[in-house]
Structures are given as C-alpha cells and as structure tokens.
C-alpha cells in the first residue's frame, strides 16, 4: 500500500507538469483549431533560460532562494512569452488563410529551429542543478517484504501540485469572467463575427499564443527544479506527451487538458512501478486509443459542430 500511495504521488506530481503544457495546446487549438508542435519546445526553451538566469543570480552573490525563484520565474516567462509571441507571427499568423497543412508544417519547422538553436548554443550535454528544495512530510511509515517503505510528499511535489491548482483555476476564471475569455471564446466560434463585432482578432490570438508561453515556463522551471537535469531534447519528449494529454482530456477543453496530463502521468508511472519502464509511451499511448474509439472527442471534449 505504501508503494501505491508513493507511486500516486509521483505520478500526480509529473502529471501536473505535463497539464501544464498540454494546456498550452489546447488554448490555441480551440481558438485557431490548429496544433503549436513548438509549444513542447517552447517549454525547452524555458528550462534553459531558467537554469541561465539561476546561476546568473547566484553568480552574483544572491543567496535569497525565495527571491532568486521569483527573478528567475518572471525573466522565464518573459523571454518564453517573446518566444511564443514570435512564433505566432512567423509561422501562423501569415497563414491564417492558407491550407491548413501550411502552418503546421512551419510550427514543425520552428521547433526544429529551436532545438538546434539551444543544442548549438548550450551544447548537447545534459545541464545539471543540484537540488534547491529539500524535505518533505512523511505520510505513511510501514514494513513490507522488501524492507521499511516510508512514503513522502516533498516540498517541491506539493509546490507543482499546488501551482498548478492555482493557474488551473484561475485560467478558468479569466476565461470565463473577464473580457479577454469572452474575446477567445468568440474568436473560436467565429473569427470573421467577432472581428465584425469589434473584437481584435489579431491581439487576442497573439495573447493566447503568450499565456500558452507562460504557462510553459513554468512548468519548464518546475521540471528543472524537480529533476535537477535538462537537454535541449526534453522539448519533444514532454511536448508529445502533453499533446497526447491534451487529446486524452478533450483537445479545446481546459479542465480535459489538466485531466489528461494527471492521467498521463499516472500511468506512465504506475506501468514503470509495477511492469517495465521500457514500455510507459507504449501503455500510454494504448489508453488513448482506447479512450478515442469510444469517446472520439477524448474524456471531457465536445464534438465539434460544423458551421454552415
């Protein structure tokens, strides 16, 4: 029981994680209906400003951990923001009106970009940061066959759960309640209507573009903080499992995309806990397609209308 519980833990904590970029994903397809396949890259990329901007910090004497994070966690968001921002005017925004097989194959093309921009910058070696958050409270204490299992929530895992807690709600709120969601949600039913009612098309895309950004960054700094290593190669890895999250959880849904990164994260740690780590992507991705055969538009996902 003990090894459960920790297990749950674990794969709560690194679900959390990949809710967070899959929510990126899912803010754009719902506007735009097209896939950011730079998004994964985009939270590569705000690793590695973070782990820059922390031993910069430290370069200079700060010794302030609470102060260094919070620097290093608004200088992440800056520079990922500018990222996502950039991508939205390179590669969508001037084919907005092509094909829609273009602009998928230049966000393809953009993450490429970035990834041989940061493995050319930063070398291909794995960057390491030792750990800056240490503890935890013991939860249970017992005996087993193998030997004495205590099971424990750190620090740093009640940290990610509660961030991401805090901007799933109030991502939620901002799109429900304010005037920004009320702009998103009328560009994703109809562009051409909310731009002949005054909304500006262009601004709010561009928004959403920085916030699916923002959120990446941090969960960039939280991957970086948690597992202490990166590469310029995490982008992909956690950019495809986010999406799967995405599409699990219903791709244009919000509370589907945090659903189906926690559920991701479980079984990908429960199937290396209790079978083979060799095999996680293969377990993960069966679930999908089992999920899509009997629900087609994923877990909380609603089928999409055709417009005529």
Same mark, same amino acid.
């Given at each position: 029981m003990e090894y459960f519980v920790q297990q749950l833990i674990n794969g709560l904590t690194l679900g959390s994680?990949? !809710?967070?970029? %899959?929510?990126?994903?899912? =803010? +754009?397809?719902?506007?735009? !209906? #097209?896939? &950011?396949?730079?998004?994964?890259?985009?939270? =590569? +990329?705000? @690793?590695?400003?973070?782990?820059?901007?922390?031993?910069a910090l430290v370069a200079i004497g700060l010794s302030a951990l609470p102060l260094i994070l919070f620097i290093v966690l608004l200088v992440s968001m800056i520079f990922t923001s500018a990222w996502g921002w950039t991508v939205e005017r390179l590669a969508y925004r001037p084919l907005r009106g092509s094909f829609r097989l273009a602009p998928l194959i230049t966000a393809i093309g953009m993450s490429?970009? /970035? *990834? &041989?921009? +940061? *493995?050319v910058t930063q070398g291909a070696r794995v960057k390491p940061l030792p750990p800056q958050i240490q503890g935890g409270v013991t939860i249970m204490d017992g005996m087993t066959e193998n030997g004495r299992i205590?099971? *424990? /929530? @750190?620090? =740093? *895992? #009640?940290?990610?759960?509660?961030?991401?807690?805090?901007? #799933?709600i109030g991502f939620s709120l901002l799109i429900a309640k304010t005037s920004l969601g009320r702009a998103q949600r009328a560009c994703e039913q109809d562009q051409k209507m909310a731009a002949l009612l005054g909304v500006d098309v262009d601004r709010t895309i561009s928004l959403t573009f920085v916030m699916g950004a923002g959120l990446a960054s941090v969960a960039g700094l939280m991957f970086l903080l948690l597992y202490g290593v990166i590469d310029f190669y995490i982008g992909f890895l956690a950019g495809v499992k986010a999406?799967? $999250? %995405? +599409? /699990?959880?219903g791709i244009g849904s919000l509370p589907g995309a945090m659903l189906g990164g926690l559920l991701i994260g479980l079984i990908e740690v429960m199937w290396s806990a209790y079978f083979t780590v060799e095999y996680k992507d293969v377990a $993960?991705? @069966?679930?999908l397609a089992i999920v899509l055969i009997f629900l087609p538009s994923g877990l909380l996902g609603k089928p999409e209308v055709e417009k005529v």
């Open positions: 994680i990949y !809710g967070l970029i %899959a929510i990126g994903y899912t =803010m +754009v397809y719902g506007i735009i !209906g #097209m896939i &950011n396949f730079a998004h994964g890259d985009i939270f =590569m +990329v705000g @690793s590695f400003i973070a782990l820059a901007t922390f031993l490429i970009v /970035l *990834q &041989n921009f +940061v *493995q205590i099971v *424990q /929530l @750190s620090y =740093m *895992q #009640m940290i990610i759960i509660a961030t991401t807690l805090i901007l #799933m999406f799967t $999250a %995405a +599409v /699990l959880g $993960a991705f @069966s679930i």
